[in-house]
């Protein structure tokens, strides 16, 4: 169970809501234009980055991607000098965008649901893991580093 209980498939999970939000219960609304196109680009992009950039401090660090094990490093540097979590602000970007891309209008509050989701499931299970094993090193690094943006 503990390796289908990851970010990655809770957003796709999250993202076929709303593609079948869109294709079957639209009730006529719509955002549909070529800004919204070019949003749903930006934050799908954006998302996608985000991702990439900790994923590639995380290998920089030699340390575990995987969010139910207790990593061997505290990463501090490249994006997570801006987010504690940059991988789950990119998730949420990447859904905001596909629900855009969608035209899932009614899906938009899936956001602030998979906000929620990834707050109590892995990011507050993950800083408990970080404050046991890196005690003082973690405290000053939740002091100065946000959690989100």
């Not at 949420?92 to 929620?116: C, E, H, K, Q, T």
């Not at 507050?124 to 046991?132: A, G, Q, S, V």
Request: aromatic residues 10%; positive net charge.
């Amino acid at each position: 169970m503990r390796r289908i209980d990851i970010p990655p498939v809770w957003l796709v999970g999250f993202a076929l809501l709303a593609w079948l939000q869109a294709r079957h219960f639209s009730l006529g609304l719509s955002l549909d234009s070529g800004l919204t196109d070019l949003l749903s680009g930006i934050l799908i992009g954006g998302g996608i980055l985000f991702a990439v950039l900790a994923i590639v401090e995380f290998r920089r660090h030699k340390t575990t991607v995987i969010p139910h094990e207790t990593p061997s490093s505290l990463v501090q540097s490249g994006i997570y000098t801006r987010s504690r979590n940059p991988i789950y602000v990119g998730d949420v970007l990447i859904l905001a965008g596909l629900v855009l891309r969608f035209d899932a209008v009614l899906s938009l509050v899936l956001v602030p649901v998979f906000v929620w989701v990834l707050e109590r499931r892995f990011i507050l299970p993950e800083e408990d893991r970080l404050r046991r094993t890196f005690r003082a090193d973690f405290a000053r690094y939740e002091r100065k580093t946000r959690r989100w943006i």
